[in-house]
Nanobody, 118 residues
């Protein structure tokens, strides 16, 4: 069982920055691939950024060059640094941990609200 707790959301003006954190309850978190997703009102949840257990990263086109995902396995935490924020980045941001072996369940955090004002 892996519990995930997101933090770091808030209200920021366009052009500003935030850093989200996803803290896991167990050190086994280090073997999981982790993704940051977001869901805006009336829209489907979308993958924003992902990081593998080995540290490889990938980003949605809409956030490339503005967001950076990283992990600190010693702290059982994955971060999402968000710069040059835009109003369209407004959403609830969720952390997802996916086991590298197919068939194992994945885990979600409760989400953290990010609101970008114009």
């Amino acid at each position: 069982q892996v519990q995930l707790v997101e933090s770091g959301g808030g209200l920021v003006q366009a052009g500003g920055s935030l850093r989200l954190s996803c803290a896991a309850s167990t050190s086994i978190f280090s073997i999981y691939n982790v993704g940051w997703y977001r869901q805006a009102p009336g829209k489907q949840r979308e993958l924003v950024a992902g990081i593998t257990s080995g540290g490889s990263t990938d980003y949605a086109d809409s956030v490339k060059g503005r967001f950076a995902i990283s992990r600190d396995n010693a702290k059982n935490t994955v971060y999402l640094r968000m710069d040059s924020l835009k109003p369209e980045d407004t959403a609830v941001y969720y952390c997802n941990a996916r086991h590298p072996v197919f068939g194992y369940r994945d885990y979600w955090g409760q989400g953290t609200q990010v609101t970008v004002s114009s």
